[in-house]
Protein backbone atom coordinates (compact mmCIF):
# COMPACT_ATOMS: atom_id res chain seq x y z
CA UNK A 1 0.00 0.00 0.00
CA UNK A 2 3.12 2.47 0.99
CA UNK A 3 4.45 1.72 -2.28
CA UNK A 4 1.11 2.26 -4.48
CA UNK A 5 0.59 5.76 -2.34
CA UNK A 6 4.41 6.65 -3.19
CA UNK A 7 4.27 5.93 -6.94
CA UNK A 8 0.24 7.66 -7.25
CA UNK A 9 2.24 11.10 -5.66
CA UNK A 10 5.31 10.84 -7.71
CA UNK A 11 2.71 10.64 -10.80
CA UNK A 12 1.12 13.90 -9.00
CA UNK A 13 4.50 16.02 -8.76
CA UNK A 14 5.36 14.86 -12.94
CA UNK A 15 2.32 17.37 -13.63
CA UNK A 16 4.11 19.81 -11.41
CA UNK A 17 7.75 19.57 -12.63
CA UNK A 18 6.55 20.15 -15.94
CA UNK A 19 4.63 23.30 -14.82
CA UNK A 20 7.93 24.27 -13.00
CA UNK A 21 10.07 23.77 -16.42
CA UNK A 22 7.87 25.77 -18.31
CA UNK A 23 8.06 28.48 -15.82
CA UNK A 24 11.88 28.00 -15.69
CA UNK A 25 11.87 28.20 -19.72
CA UNK A 26 9.84 31.30 -19.61
CA UNK A 27 11.93 32.98 -17.49
CA UNK A 28 15.35 31.87 -19.07
CA UNK A 29 14.06 33.19 -22.36
CA UNK A 30 13.90 36.75 -20.85
CA UNK A 31 17.25 36.59 -19.53
CA UNK A 32 19.73 34.75 -21.75
CA UNK A 33 20.36 35.38 -26.06
CA UNK A 34 18.90 32.86 -27.44
CA UNK A 35 21.41 32.12 -30.22
CA UNK A 36 23.91 32.16 -27.25
CA UNK A 37 22.60 29.57 -25.77
CA UNK A 38 21.84 27.32 -28.94
CA UNK A 39 25.39 27.30 -29.89
CA UNK A 40 25.84 26.04 -26.38
CA UNK A 41 23.56 22.99 -26.69
CA UNK A 42 24.48 22.12 -30.31
CA UNK A 43 26.06 18.53 -28.88
CA UNK A 44 24.81 15.78 -26.32
CA UNK A 45 26.68 18.04 -23.69
CA UNK A 46 26.47 22.13 -22.81
CA UNK A 47 28.97 23.91 -24.28
CA UNK A 48 30.50 26.78 -21.75
CA UNK A 49 30.44 30.40 -24.40
CA UNK A 50 33.39 31.69 -25.51
CA UNK A 51 34.20 34.81 -24.71
CA UNK A 52 31.66 35.33 -21.85
CA UNK A 53 28.86 36.80 -23.75
CA UNK A 54 26.67 39.66 -22.08
CA UNK A 55 23.41 38.48 -20.67
CA UNK A 56 20.27 39.10 -22.79
CA UNK A 57 19.42 41.47 -19.59
CA UNK A 58 20.89 43.03 -17.26
CA UNK A 59 17.16 43.35 -15.25
CA UNK A 60 17.96 42.60 -11.58
CA UNK A 61 14.39 41.73 -11.00
CA UNK A 62 14.25 39.59 -13.91
CA UNK A 63 17.79 37.51 -12.57
CA UNK A 64 16.29 37.04 -9.40
CA UNK A 65 13.22 35.89 -10.68
CA UNK A 66 15.38 33.47 -12.62
CA UNK A 67 17.61 32.69 -9.84
CA UNK A 68 14.46 31.46 -7.68
CA UNK A 69 13.09 28.99 -10.05
CA UNK A 70 16.62 27.29 -10.90
CA UNK A 71 16.40 26.91 -6.89
CA UNK A 72 13.23 25.67 -6.62
CA UNK A 73 13.87 23.70 -9.51
CA UNK A 74 16.87 22.22 -8.11
CA UNK A 75 15.03 21.27 -4.55
CA UNK A 76 11.91 19.75 -6.86
CA UNK A 77 14.73 17.58 -8.58
CA UNK A 78 16.48 16.99 -5.08
CA UNK A 79 12.98 15.35 -4.05
CA UNK A 80 11.83 13.92 -6.86
CA UNK A 81 15.79 11.96 -6.62
CA UNK A 82 15.02 10.53 -3.10
CA UNK A 83 11.85 9.86 -3.57
CA UNK A 84 12.58 7.61 -6.79
CA UNK A 85 15.31 5.75 -4.48
CA UNK A 86 12.64 4.99 -1.70
CA UNK A 87 10.41 3.75 -4.70
CA UNK A 88 13.16 1.35 -5.77
CA UNK A 89 13.49 0.15 -2.29
CA UNK A 90 9.42 -0.30 -1.23
CA UNK A 91 9.50 -2.04 -5.26
CA UNK A 92 12.42 -4.39 -3.99
CA UNK A 93 10.86 -4.87 -0.85
CA UNK A 94 7.35 -5.73 -2.19
CA UNK A 95 9.18 -8.37 -4.66
CA UNK A 96 10.56 -10.38 -1.29
CA UNK A 97 7.68 -9.75 -0.10
CA UNK A 98 5.48 -11.59 -2.78
CA UNK A 99 8.64 -13.97 -3.37
CA UNK A 100 8.11 -15.40 0.27
CA UNK A 101 4.38 -15.17 0.50
CA UNK A 102 4.07 -17.03 -2.37
CA UNK A 103 7.55 -19.64 -1.53
CA UNK A 104 8.88 -18.21 -4.77
CA UNK A 105 12.74 -18.00 -5.35
Known amino acids: M ?3 RKMRQSVFELGDEQQVRGEY ?23 RPVGN ?8 TLINGFMMEVQYMEKVNQKQQLRGQELVNQARKLID ?7 ME
Open 2 to 4: AYD
Open 25 to 47: REKANNIFDGEIFHRMMITKEII
Open 53 to 60: PSLFTADK
Open 97 to 103: DIKKQYH
